[in-house]
């Protein structure tokens, strides 16, 4: 897609992040059952409803009231294996889990963030069925920190522990379906103040973040371990947080595409001001029931009957998917708002698709195209448009859209049609945003304000004592930027040193530095290279333990000649899991040097090698015979040095 | 000002001695500061006193809570002062001529609520007004009036609270209401829903109690659902008893009624806790309809006489037999005065031998000794074993397939009348409203093991 182009210092970009991260934890983070434990497999099946609960003034939150309003049948997938009764909301939680506040501790340490004294668990509330409980449990573990970024500081807001939700399995009509695996599972989650200009930068801090994260050592690697959401606003706009970013990858289009819109949505809001809509009581969205008008229509979705085959083909069920009331279609004439609907938005996207957002998730009315207008009308069907221009005939700056589907639903889409235009009067609608692999999004939510968060009346708070806090300061690895700084120096190349702090290695290569005393280059790509390469070939080198590398280290560190034979001695130390690396070594005589070594030289310089060779051949030939036999026991260059003065070699004798 | 005032709610020690040199209180709206230069902006929250003194509940801008160590707050600064107001804005609840009555009684526990969103409170929902507000499907169903006759947690129900209650549904009844709902806490429920049935027979009208197993003020309740239902029940439903409206599945699809006599609470926090023992529910409600499980019930009648019969003496209680157990436990009751022992033996009805002495001395102080069993399923046959045999020639008297419970509330409401010994003992074991069941049915006793094949099989296709 061709993406138009932005001073974004210009139109006053700001962009901040929330980075979740999954943590290595055996357990769950409220209850004990084990983390990490994915089943494509449900053995259980739960049906539940959200009800919003009155707010502070005795009002119903507005996204709470909008997720109710979706009337959503939340069907839940259960595994005995990775759920019990917490995850179901039908046993109260068990004390947080303390192996996941000390890798929050960790994580705040590493950003130098102030460690909160006494650590709250709140709810937040979330009605999208994503959290069986509708709400998230959720606390600050740490605040104001900071991370050097591009020459300047990127301050930190807060890490917190959080559990994590559901994975949606399905979303159609009112009926979403989630698989409760991943529920509960603890993450952290590393905010930034809203301190970064550009979108690249956006992609810059995202890897900054996840390599802190990666750097405690003690976070889950792989599809899904961590996501980010992302801030965005432009002067003028409002915080826009787009959702559940998989990877650093997407960040570039995606804040280039929301700049994009708040832009084109202030226009907007310019604009209705202009032809003097300036509140609630200038709007009106006439519903007209065009149901009869259009009995006849070759679009399929418009008429009853062929809307029921598209509803039973695609196994909508009444009291699931399927919202209540008759079969109508409903033209919504929108006065005075002539053109609005064409009006830019993202990148290749129109106001019309704003709409269709809300309705799609507000009313469950998702089937598409959801809605029709002017501007996406079906080809071929130009009678109908006509009868509908004539049906509608109002002034000339009046605009419709139509939608279909069951009556209750029409009301709502029809409700929430004004109420986006109300938005459009105030520019940039407060939003959480779906995020899209095209840097394209759409609508989820309204985003949610702090009257969501209340206290978790079940959870005792946690004294974060300054002995633990020391404990692990004193084991804690160091922050990238400093691993980073001493690699280089150390002369590893840039790829070498991200793969080993994004993948693990960093932590054994310092260990077996600073207790084996190893050369940091040498262990450097050691770790971050050779493994590679054995691992490609099929070695299973994550058999090994930690302590099992530093003896190996111990070992070359004593015996640098056994570099000669690494490969071979971490093969069998993969097979034999029990002996020690010295013992594999000596039971090989790997290190001992035969006693009389020069007389097998004298031996294999018997054999004649092949006459086309030159003298280097020939060398190699020698070479090889003799270290296939001595590899290990004899350091290579000194039996080059002695077969070099040869004759056999050098090509004096035949 | 002293210690735990309001204005100092829950901080005591260092804690107040620090908000009173810093002129702050709960709810004051600050700026704090600590030595690493961190600021907390927010609202000075109320402390649970069970906390320690060392630290201040601040709730951020930003929702969330954090507790700020004393010591290391270095300045405070006091922006302004917002007191949390409890108190849930009334909506008249709309009245409609069509409609039945039905009067809901409060005991305590709340099914409908409020949430204070800074301090996780929750603040009843409880006139029609409130209620309206909370959940409004309630209007369509009946013309609501409502009673709060105590506030108490369910475990504090007790004599005084039964009588009251008894007396107030006469009360209704007379008034000519339609239906009667009971608000309780569900730990005692099934006591109380015991004990009424006894107190109040021959109702006209249905009396359904219920409650909620997650509390009203989060998202996921099922006490909304579970009003719903117990309100259509009194409204609409046809049994005329006094039955328990609880889940029936843990997922939202719809409320069982369990006859007060037979029903119990089967886990500390499941949904679908309340279980019927020996038998079968009396009837699934929901959203549209009533599906009666059985004709054995009392149909609603108006024309019938209530019989109001509000006596309870307390001098009872229940023994939980175990093995080694020591005849003085039971010695102590008899010298404490107490006049009725419900045994909850072991099997068919058992205790072990050197229990025997004690008991025959307590049958002879006139102490009225009853068994049931701790199984809870199935019944005490005490000729079957010599064990049995033994205790009948003591003189303890087997309440068959009667709940503990209901056994140890239905010798309350029989001591009520007489201690006479032979009286008090036909009283027991004669049925007033199937306490005691002449057959137990083969689906009166199904507990799904999980696991096996067919089980999972079940499980797997029907909504838990």
Not at chain 1, 406 to 413: I, S, V
Request: hydrophobic share 40%; aromatic share 8%; net charge negative.
């Amino acid at each position: 897609m061709l993406q138009p182009t932005l001073d974004y210092e210009q139109v006053g970009l700001v962009a901040g992040l929330e980075v979740h991260q999954q943590l290595l934890t055996e357990r769950k983070m409220f209850c004990h059952c084990p983390a990490g434990l994915y089943t494509r497999e449900h053995d259980g099946v739960v049906l539940r409803h959200m009800r919003p609960t009155l707010s502070e003034l005795g009002e119903y939150d507005g996204t709470a009231l909008m997720e109710f309003k979706t009337r959503k049948n939340i069907i839940y997938l259960l595994h005995e294996s990775n759920v019990c009764t917490y995850e179901m909301d039908d046993t109260p939680p068990f004390l947080v889990n303390q192996q996941a506040l000390d890798v929050a501790i960790e994580q705040c340490l590493m950003l130098g963030c102030d460690i909160v004294d006494e650590v709250h668990i709140a709810r937040k509330q979330y009605l999208d069925g994503s959290i069986p409980t509708g709400f998230q449990r959720t606390a600050i573990v740490g605040v104001n920190g900071h991370l050097p970024f591009r020459g300047r500081q990127l301050g930190i807001t807060q890490v917190s522990v959080e559990e994590d939700s559901c994975r949606e399995v399905a979303d159609r009509g009112h009926l979403v379906v989630w698989r409760t695996d991943r529920l509960g599972m603890p993450l952290i989650e590393t905010v930034t103040e809203p301190e970064l200009r550009t979108p690249e930068e956006v992609a810059e801090a995202i890897m900054l973040i996840g390599l802190v994260c990666r750097s405690t050592g003690h976070v889950r690697t792989g599809l899904g371990a961590s996501r980010q959401d992302i801030n965005v606003s432009v002067r003028g706009g409002r915080r826009v947080e787009i959702k559940g970013v998989p990877q650093a990858g997407w960040a570039p289009a995606l804040v280039h595409g929301e700049a994009w819109r708040q832009v084109n949505l202030l226009g907007l809001r310019d604009e209705l001001v202009r032809r003097g809509f300036r509140g609630p009581d200038d709007l009106t969205v006439d519903r007209v029931d065009v149901t009869e008008l259009l009995a006849a229509s070759r679009v399929d979705y418009l008429r009853r009957e062929g809307w029921q085959k598209l509803i039973e083909a695609e196994g909508r069920r009444p009291g699931l998917e399927l919202g209540e009331g008759p079969f109508r279609v409903w033209a919504l004439r929108l006065p005075g708002l002539a053109g609005t609907l064409d009006w830019p938005t993202q990148p290749g996207y129109v106001f019309a698709s704003e709409l269709a957002g809300r309705v799609r998730v507000v009313s469950g009315l998702d089937l598409p195209p959801v809605l029709l207008y002017r501007g996406n009308w079906p080809s071929g069907a130009a009678g109908e448009l006509e009868l509908l221009n004539k049906r509608l005939a109002g002034g000339d700056g009046d605009d419709w859209v139509v939608v279909w589907g069951p009556e209750q639903d029409l009301h709502t889409a029809a409700g929430e049609v004004r109420l986006r235009y109300l938005d459009a009067l105030e520019g940039v609608p407060s939003e959480t945003r779906q995020a899209f692999a095209d840097g394209h999004t759409d609508f989820e939510r309204i985003l949610p304000g702090p009257d969501r968060m209340y206290p978790d009346t079940d959870s005792p708070p946690t004294c974060m004592t300054r002995e633990r806090v020391e404990a692990l300061r004193r084991a804690l690895p160091p922050p990238p930027w400093e691993r980073q700084r001493r690699y280089a120096e150390a002369g590893l190349a840039t790829k070498t040193i991200e793969y080993l702090i994004r993948r693990g290695g960093a932590a054994l290569v310092d260990r077996v530095v600073e207790r084996c005393g190893a050369d940091l280059r040498q262990a450097g790509i050691f770790f971050g290279e050779r493994l590679r390469g054995l691992a490609r070939r099929g070695v299973d080198v994550t058999a090994i333990a930690a302590d099992r590398w530093e003896q190996l280290f111990e070992l070359l560190v004593e015996q640098p000649l056994l570099w000669e034979v690494w490969a071979e001695l971490v093969r069998i130390m993969v097979e034999e899991r029990t002996s020690s690396p010295a013992d594999l070594a000596a039971a090989r005589e790997w290190g001992r040097p035969p006693p009389n070594w020069p007389e097998l030289l004298e031996r294999l310089l018997a054999r004649k090698p092949d006459h086309r060779l030159d003298e280097s051949g020939r060398w190699r030939f020698y070479m090889g015979l003799a270290m296939d036999e001595l590899r290990g026991r004899v350091a290579g260059a000194e039996v080059a040095a002695l077969l070099q003065e040869r004759p056999e070699v050098r090509g004096e004798v035949r | 000002m002293s210690e735990g005032s309001d204005e100092f709610k829950g901080y005591r020690g260092r804690a107040l001695r620090h908000l009173r040199q810093w002129g702050v209180r709960v709810w004051s709206d600050v700026r704090v500061r600590n030595d690493a230069g961190s600021v907390f902006e927010g609202v000075i929250l109320p402390r649970s006193e069970s906390f320690d003194d060392l630290h201040i509940v601040i709730k951020l801008k930003n929702g969330y809570n954090v507790g700020v160590h004393v010591d290391r707050v270095v300045d405070v600064e006091e922006l302004g002062y917002k007191k949390a107001t409890y108190k849930i804005p009334e909506q008249e609840f709309p009245r409609r001529r069509d409609l039945p009555a039905v009067t809901l009684l409060g005991t305590g526990g709340t099914i409908a609520s409020r949430l204070d969103y800074r301090t996780g409170a929750v603040i009843p929902a409880f006139t029609p007004g409130e209620l309206y507000g909370a959940v409004p499907e309630l209007a369509d169903i009946c013309n609501l009036k409502t009673e709060k006759l105590f506030g108490v947690f369910s475990e504090n129900m007790a004599r005084e609270q039964y009588l009251i209650l008894a007396r107030k549904i006469g009360e209704e009844i007379a008034a000519g209401v339609d239906g009667i709902v009971i608000g309780h806490g569900t730990d005692t429920m099934g006591h109380t829903a015991a004990v009424l049935s006894f107190m109040v027979q021959d109702s006209p009208v249905p009396i359904v109690l219920v409650g909620s197993q997650r509390s009203s003020d989060r998202p996921s309740s099922d006490a909304a659902l579970n009003l719903i239902h117990a309100v259509r029940a009194a409204a609409y439903g046809d049994i005329a008893e006094v039955q328990i409206c609880m889940f029936g599945p843990t997922s939202d699809r719809y409320g069982l009624l369990h006859r007060g006599t037979r029903c119990r609470k089967m886990h500390s926090s499941y949904r679908s806790a309340f279980r019927t023992i020996g038998a079968i529910p009396l009837a699934l409600v929901d959203m549209k309809r009533f599906h009666y499980l059985t004709n054995d019930y009392l149909r609603r009648d108006r024309s019938r006489q209530v019989r109001i019969d509000a006596v309870y003496d307390d001098r009872v209680t229940i023994i939980y037999y175990y093995p080694g157990m020591a005849p003085d436990v039971v010695d102590a009751m008899v010298d404490r005065g107490y006049r009725g022992i419900v045994i909850a033996g072991t099997g068919l009805g058992h205790v072990n031998k050197p229990l025997y002495p004690a008991l025959k001395r307590a049958v002879a102080r006139g102490v009225h000794v009853v068994m049931t069993v701790q199984t809870l399923w199935g019944y005490a046959q005490m000729y079957v074993y010599d064990t049995g045999r033994d205790l009948l020639d003591l003189g303890v008297v087997p309440l068959d397939n009667m709940l503990p419970e209901t056994a140890l509330m239905k010798l309350c409401w029989v001591l009520g009348h007489t201690d006479d010994h032979d009286e008090v003992l036909q009283l027991m074991r004669k049925p007033i409203n199937h306490e005691i069941t002449e057959r137990e049915p083969h689906n009166g006793y199904l507990i799904l093991q999980g696991g096996l094949p067919e089980t999972e099989q079940y499980i797997a296709s029907h909504w838990k």
